[in-house]
Protein backbone atom coordinates (compact mmCIF):
# COMPACT_ATOMS: atom_id res chain seq x y z
CA UNK A 1 0.00 0.00 0.00
CA UNK A 2 0.90 3.66 -0.51
CA UNK A 3 2.74 4.72 2.38
CA UNK A 4 1.66 8.36 4.20
CA UNK A 5 4.52 10.28 2.29
CA UNK A 6 3.46 9.14 -1.39
CA UNK A 7 -0.17 9.85 -0.23
CA UNK A 8 1.09 13.29 0.62
CA UNK A 9 3.17 13.63 -2.76
CA UNK A 10 0.36 12.90 -4.46
CA UNK A 11 -2.29 15.05 -2.80
CA UNK A 12 0.49 17.78 -3.21
CA UNK A 13 0.93 17.18 -7.20
CA UNK A 14 -2.91 16.66 -7.60
CA UNK A 15 -3.35 20.42 -5.96
CA UNK A 16 -0.62 21.72 -8.27
CA UNK A 17 -2.16 20.59 -11.16
CA UNK A 18 -4.89 22.78 -10.19
CA UNK A 19 -2.93 25.83 -10.25
CA UNK A 20 -2.53 28.59 -12.46
CA UNK A 21 1.00 28.06 -12.58
CA UNK A 22 0.58 24.65 -13.79
CA UNK A 23 -1.64 25.86 -16.53
CA UNK A 24 0.88 27.99 -18.12
CA UNK A 25 3.63 25.77 -17.77
CA UNK A 26 1.94 22.77 -19.59
CA UNK A 27 1.58 25.19 -22.61
CA UNK A 28 5.19 26.48 -22.23
CA UNK A 29 5.90 24.35 -25.31
CA UNK A 30 3.51 25.92 -27.26
CA UNK A 31 3.91 29.39 -26.11
CA UNK A 32 7.65 29.05 -27.07
CA UNK A 33 6.39 27.81 -30.30
CA UNK A 34 3.74 30.69 -31.03
CA UNK A 35 6.61 33.44 -29.65
CA UNK A 36 9.11 31.71 -32.22
CA UNK A 37 6.80 32.17 -35.23
CA UNK A 38 6.15 36.19 -34.28
CA UNK A 39 10.04 36.65 -33.80
CA UNK A 40 10.39 34.97 -37.33
CA UNK A 41 7.42 36.64 -38.87
CA UNK A 42 7.94 40.40 -37.23
CA UNK A 43 10.85 41.55 -39.83
CA UNK A 44 8.87 40.08 -42.89
CA UNK A 45 6.04 41.70 -42.11
CA UNK A 46 7.69 44.83 -41.33
CA UNK A 47 10.01 44.83 -44.81
CA UNK A 48 6.79 44.11 -46.26
CA UNK A 49 4.90 47.01 -44.88
CA UNK A 50 8.39 48.74 -46.07
CA UNK A 51 7.90 48.03 -49.66
CA UNK A 52 3.76 48.93 -49.66
CA UNK A 53 4.89 52.71 -48.78
CA UNK A 54 8.07 52.77 -51.13
CA UNK A 55 6.43 51.64 -54.01
CA UNK A 56 3.26 51.62 -56.04
CA UNK A 57 0.78 49.30 -54.23
CA UNK A 58 1.08 45.70 -55.53
CA UNK A 59 -2.04 43.55 -54.83
CA UNK A 60 -0.22 40.46 -53.89
CA UNK A 61 2.58 42.45 -51.37
CA UNK A 62 -0.74 43.93 -49.64
CA UNK A 63 -2.42 40.43 -49.39
CA UNK A 64 1.25 39.01 -48.30
CA UNK A 65 1.67 41.93 -45.97
CA UNK A 66 -2.25 41.60 -44.73
CA UNK A 67 -1.40 37.31 -44.12
CA UNK A 68 1.72 37.38 -41.82
CA UNK A 69 0.10 40.52 -39.96
CA UNK A 70 -3.13 38.91 -38.95
CA UNK A 71 -0.59 35.89 -38.27
CA UNK A 72 0.94 38.09 -36.17
CA UNK A 73 -2.06 39.15 -34.15
CA UNK A 74 -2.91 35.70 -33.80
CA UNK A 75 -0.26 34.33 -32.47
CA UNK A 76 -0.15 37.62 -29.83
CA UNK A 77 -3.92 36.76 -28.75
CA UNK A 78 -3.31 32.86 -28.40
CA UNK A 79 -0.37 33.99 -26.18
CA UNK A 80 -2.10 36.25 -23.87
CA UNK A 81 -5.19 34.06 -23.59
CA UNK A 82 -2.97 31.13 -22.40
CA UNK A 83 -2.14 33.83 -19.35
CA UNK A 84 -5.87 35.00 -19.21
CA UNK A 85 -7.79 32.03 -19.40
CA UNK A 86 -10.08 30.43 -17.32
CA UNK A 87 -8.69 27.38 -14.93
CA UNK A 88 -10.39 24.34 -16.49
CA UNK A 89 -12.82 22.35 -14.91
CA UNK A 90 -12.46 18.88 -16.45
CA UNK A 91 -9.67 17.65 -18.78
CA UNK A 92 -8.89 14.50 -21.00
CA UNK A 93 -7.38 11.62 -20.01
CA UNK A 94 -3.98 10.16 -21.08
CA UNK A 95 -1.65 11.67 -23.65
CA UNK A 96 -2.90 10.70 -26.72
CA UNK A 97 -5.48 13.37 -27.14
CA UNK A 98 -2.83 15.89 -25.72
CA UNK A 99 -0.32 14.48 -28.76
CA UNK A 100 -3.56 14.84 -31.45
CA UNK A 101 -4.15 18.77 -30.34
CA UNK A 102 -0.49 19.49 -30.58
CA UNK A 103 -0.21 18.15 -34.33
CA UNK A 104 -3.60 19.02 -35.28
CA UNK A 105 -2.99 22.80 -34.45
CA UNK A 106 0.81 22.75 -35.44
CA UNK A 107 1.55 20.42 -38.17
CA UNK A 108 1.02 22.43 -40.91
CA UNK A 109 4.10 24.47 -39.94
CA UNK A 110 6.02 21.19 -41.50
CA UNK A 111 4.72 23.15 -44.70
CA UNK A 112 7.98 25.28 -44.55
CA UNK A 113 10.39 22.15 -45.25
CA UNK A 114 8.71 21.71 -48.38
CA UNK A 115 10.36 23.74 -51.70
CA UNK A 116 8.04 26.57 -52.78
CA UNK A 117 6.54 27.16 -56.12
CA UNK A 118 5.72 30.20 -58.03
CA UNK A 119 2.40 30.47 -58.52
CA UNK A 120 0.76 32.39 -61.26
CA UNK A 121 -0.37 35.99 -59.86
CA UNK A 122 -3.92 34.63 -60.39
CA UNK A 123 -3.97 31.57 -57.82
CA UNK A 124 -1.38 33.57 -56.19
CA UNK A 125 -4.10 35.24 -55.06
CA UNK A 126 -6.50 33.07 -54.38
CA UNK A 127 -3.67 31.24 -52.18
CA UNK A 128 -2.67 34.55 -49.76
CA UNK A 129 -6.94 35.84 -49.57
CA UNK A 130 -7.41 32.02 -47.90
CA UNK A 131 -5.02 32.44 -45.99
CA UNK A 132 -5.58 36.03 -45.06
CA UNK A 133 -9.42 35.25 -44.28
CA UNK A 134 -8.14 32.39 -42.47
CA UNK A 135 -6.32 33.93 -40.24
CA UNK A 136 -8.42 36.73 -39.99
CA UNK A 137 -11.23 34.80 -38.93
CA UNK A 138 -9.40 32.82 -36.62
CA UNK A 139 -8.97 36.27 -34.72
CA UNK A 140 -12.58 36.83 -34.82
CA UNK A 141 -13.57 33.27 -33.28
CA UNK A 142 -10.69 33.66 -30.87
CA UNK A 143 -12.26 36.66 -29.61
CA UNK A 144 -15.48 35.03 -28.95
CA UNK A 145 -13.44 32.35 -27.19
CA UNK A 146 -12.10 34.25 -24.76
CA UNK A 147 -10.89 33.24 -21.45
CA UNK A 148 -12.65 29.86 -22.15
CA UNK A 149 -9.40 29.22 -25.16
CA UNK A 150 -7.79 25.38 -24.77
CA UNK A 151 -5.25 23.79 -26.78
CA UNK A 152 -5.71 20.61 -25.31
CA UNK A 153 -9.32 19.13 -24.89
CA UNK A 154 -10.50 20.78 -22.14
CA UNK A 155 -13.95 22.39 -20.49
CA UNK A 156 -13.83 25.70 -19.11
CA UNK A 157 -17.22 27.17 -19.96
CA UNK A 158 -18.98 26.59 -22.69
CA UNK A 159 -19.50 28.92 -25.69
CA UNK A 160 -22.44 28.99 -27.43
CA UNK A 161 -22.57 32.16 -29.12
CA UNK A 162 -21.13 34.17 -32.02
CA UNK A 163 -20.04 31.65 -34.33
CA UNK A 164 -20.54 28.92 -31.89
CA UNK A 165 -24.10 29.41 -32.66
CA UNK A 166 -24.32 27.75 -36.30
CA UNK A 167 -20.94 25.23 -35.70
CA UNK A 168 -19.17 23.61 -32.57
CA UNK A 169 -15.60 24.38 -34.26
CA UNK A 170 -15.54 27.42 -36.04
CA UNK A 171 -11.85 27.54 -34.69
CA UNK A 172 -11.02 24.63 -36.98
CA UNK A 173 -13.06 25.64 -39.70
CA UNK A 174 -10.73 28.90 -39.90
CA UNK A 175 -7.55 27.16 -39.34
CA UNK A 176 -8.09 24.91 -42.75
CA UNK A 177 -9.33 27.53 -44.47
CA UNK A 178 -5.33 29.32 -43.92
CA UNK A 179 -3.82 26.12 -43.60
CA UNK A 180 -5.30 25.30 -47.50
CA UNK A 181 -3.82 29.12 -48.91
CA UNK A 182 -0.59 28.13 -46.58
CA UNK A 183 -0.36 24.99 -48.77
CA UNK A 184 -1.22 26.00 -52.26
CA UNK A 185 2.35 27.72 -52.28
CA UNK A 186 4.13 24.67 -51.76
CA UNK A 187 5.05 22.08 -53.88
CA UNK A 188 2.52 19.02 -55.09
CA UNK A 189 1.37 17.21 -53.94
CA UNK A 190 3.46 16.68 -50.41
CA UNK A 191 1.64 19.98 -49.21
CA UNK A 192 -1.86 18.64 -49.73
CA UNK A 193 -1.25 15.47 -48.34
CA UNK A 194 0.33 17.47 -45.17
CA UNK A 195 -2.73 19.44 -45.71
CA UNK A 196 -5.37 16.46 -45.28
CA UNK A 197 -2.83 14.73 -42.33
CA UNK A 198 -3.39 17.70 -40.66
CA UNK A 199 -6.83 18.32 -40.91
CA UNK A 200 -7.76 14.58 -39.58
CA UNK A 201 -5.36 15.21 -36.48
CA UNK A 202 -8.12 18.07 -36.11
CA UNK A 203 -10.89 15.81 -36.65
CA UNK A 204 -10.13 13.34 -34.02
CA UNK A 205 -9.04 16.73 -31.93
CA UNK A 206 -13.18 17.70 -32.10
CA UNK A 207 -13.82 13.87 -30.99
CA UNK A 208 -11.96 14.19 -28.02
CA UNK A 209 -12.91 17.70 -27.09
CA UNK A 210 -16.72 16.63 -27.68
CA UNK A 211 -16.49 13.91 -24.90
CA UNK A 212 -15.10 16.05 -22.36
CA UNK A 213 -17.43 18.87 -23.38
CA UNK A 214 -20.41 16.06 -22.87
CA UNK A 215 -19.16 14.94 -19.95
CA UNK A 216 -18.72 18.44 -18.86
CA UNK A 217 -22.10 20.31 -19.29
CA UNK A 218 -25.36 18.48 -19.03
CA UNK A 219 -26.87 21.58 -22.00
CA UNK A 220 -24.06 20.08 -24.39
CA UNK A 221 -25.78 16.93 -26.09
CA UNK A 222 -28.63 19.63 -27.01
CA UNK A 223 -25.92 21.95 -28.22
CA UNK A 224 -24.45 19.18 -30.24
CA UNK A 225 -27.91 17.89 -31.51
CA UNK A 226 -28.70 21.45 -32.91
CA UNK A 227 -25.69 22.21 -34.82
CA UNK A 228 -23.03 20.70 -36.72
CA UNK A 229 -19.59 20.19 -36.45
CA UNK A 230 -17.82 22.40 -39.37
CA UNK A 231 -20.39 23.42 -42.17
CA UNK A 232 -24.41 24.21 -41.23
CA UNK A 233 -26.04 21.49 -42.26
CA UNK A 234 -23.65 19.13 -43.45
CA UNK A 235 -20.94 17.96 -41.21
Request: proline share 6%; charged share 15%; net charge positive.
Amino acid sequence: MPSDAANARTSRLRDFNRTKLYDVLAATPLLVWFALGIWKLAPQTANDARTILAAPLHLATLLDFLSSAATLVFFTIVIALVFARRMPVAKSEGLWPRVVAILGGNLEVALGTLHPVALPLSLKLVATTLAMVGTGAEIIVLIWLGRSYSIFPEARKLVLQGPYRWIRHPLYLTAAIATLGIAMGYAQPWAALLAVVTFGFQIGRMHNEERVLAATFPEYADYAGRTKRLIPGIY
